[in-house]
């Protein structure tokens, strides 16, 4: 049985940048390494390379983001059109599973690990189901190992070490779809992986990889000797915390995404998330940096506190803070979330098209601001954080270093401070799609 496991591109205004810091989705990797080895398997990132539509294939499986899923249901239809059997899951699926089931022969809810190899079977035997959805989670330590054979060709590795996150942030679906649990794998069966994918950059896709911080140090004393290097997702208040800080270096870790969201306290406690104050982020920051990690900032504007000053107050405190990256985005209402429900009983949802809920577009409207004022405050914010100018204040003193050292050849060598100039130098492309 030859099966195609495919990973839609993303579209639209923006998605240069993402599609630069883009791998391919781990969940295709993981299924690839369910499938028996009897059975032909081929990953399909439409991110890197055009899908083969003239080539034989048994089963498409498709996974997809919200954002991403009308060009997921385009690539249903020129499949089923053809006679193929198409299959999707992911987080559009999973949350939206009637939009989805129209145009597929069956769909996945939820984690696909334990439901998988009987999909294939049932396929086998002509009794395949509409739906399938596991009863429970999986255990991670059954998550299966992944050879490097099935992570597409790429910049970096995706790796996971916990799934689910404890916090209930009124725009995010993560809580949703994971139940509101949070799971580790076993720091053995992590260091194993990231032996199999040492030889170029690792990313931690955890949704906050030092949620648990004496699990997080334990990992990254365990990471240490593998001579990586590597980032992932955390949130600012674990930087409080030196000896984390510390360890988190030593075991090779470039940069940290974290999302700061706001600037204003009363945003934050509006989406349930005032576990966070924005007065502490400065400091915060400065103790990163202080440990020769770069911060990776994400912002979001369209609160309801949000005026139109607002993109100028953050990039005045990207600036000043010297944040070495960030990533800006318009807050919207995603399936699964409480801040969907929200808006959807005040009828304030006048977005229809999918592929417009990515983060770069005015989507709902907004109380303070106009949604052509969110609109272009997001372009203009963008263009001049990645501009000469910006780079210069923020970053300058990284260009300097490098300019006195020599270039490592070397990628697990390469140094903080040429990859926060070498990203920056990438965005600084990317975001001319806007």
């Known amino acids: 049985m030859k099966i195609f496991l495919i990973n839609p591109k993303n579209v639209g205004r923006g998605q240069a940048s993402v599609r630069y810091m883009a791998s391919t989705p781990l969940a295709l990797s993981i299924l690839a390494s369910l499938t028996p080895e ?74 696909a690990e334990h439901v998988w190899g009987n999909l294939l079977e049932d396929f086998r035997s002509g009794k ?57 794998r076993l720091i053995n069966d992590v260091v194993r992986q990231v032996r199999e994918c040492s030889n170029k950059m ?51 870790c470039k940069f940290l995404f974290t999302g700061l969201e706001t600037l204003n306290s009363k945003n934050l406690e509006n989406v349930d998330k005032n576990w966070m104050d924005p007065q502490k982020f400065p400091g915060l920051i400065e103790n990163i940096h202080k440990h020769g990690i770069g911060v990776y900032g994400s912002f979001m504007f369209g609160f309801e506190q949000d005026t139109s000053d607002i993109f100028h107050q953050t990039l005045m405190f990207c600036e000043e803070n010297k944040l070495d990256l960030a990533l800006f985005s318009a807050i919207f209402p995603i ?39 969110l609109d272009d405050g997001l372009r203009w914010i963008w263009k001049e954080f990645y501009s000469k100018r910006s780079m210069k204040k923020r970053i300058g003193h990284l260009i300097s270093k490098i300019k006195e050292t020599p270039l490592s050849t070397e990628s697990n060598n390469v140094s ?10 990438s965005f600084r492309v990317a975001v001319t799609d806007f």
């Open 38 to 111: 009897k059975d032909s398997v081929r990953i399909i990132d439409e991110n890197k390379r055009d899908i083969p539509y003239e080539e034989e294939v048994d089963i498409v499986g498709i996974t997809s983001m919200l954002h991403a899923s009308g060009r997921a249901l385009d690539i249903a239809k020129k499949f089923r059109a053809r006679g193929v059997t198409v299959v999707m899951g992911g987080f559009f699926a999973s949350l939206c599973p009637r939009e989805a089931e129209d145009y597929v022969d069956t769909i996945v809810i939820g984690e």
């Open 128 to 184: 395949l189901k509409s739906r399938y959805q596991a009863g429970n989670l999986i255990d991670l330590s059954n998550v299966p190992f992944v050879s490097k054979k099935w992570f597409e060709n790429g910049d970096c590795y995706h790796i996971e070490t916990s799934r689910g996150c404890p916090f209930h942030c009124d725009f995010c679906s993560v809580t949703k779809f994971y139940k509101g649990t949070l799971r580790h």
């Open 202 to 252: 690792i990313f931690f896709v955890d949704d906050n990889i030092a949620i648990n911080k004496k699990y997080a140090k334990e990992l990254f004393k365990a990471l240490t000797p593998l001579n990586i290097t590597w980032s992932g997702q955390f949130s600012i208040n674990a930087a409080n915390d030196d000896k984390l800080l510390k360890l988190c270096a030593e075991s090779g």
């Open 335 to 373: 399936d699964g979330s409480k801040f969907h429900e929200q808006l959807k009983a005040e009828n304030r949802i006048f977005e229809k098209d999918s592929a417009k809920f990515n983060g770069q577009h005015a989507t709902f409207t907004t109380k303070n601001m106009t949604s052509r004022e």
């Open 416 to 425: 903080t401070e040429e990859f926060m100039v070498a990203l920056n130098t």
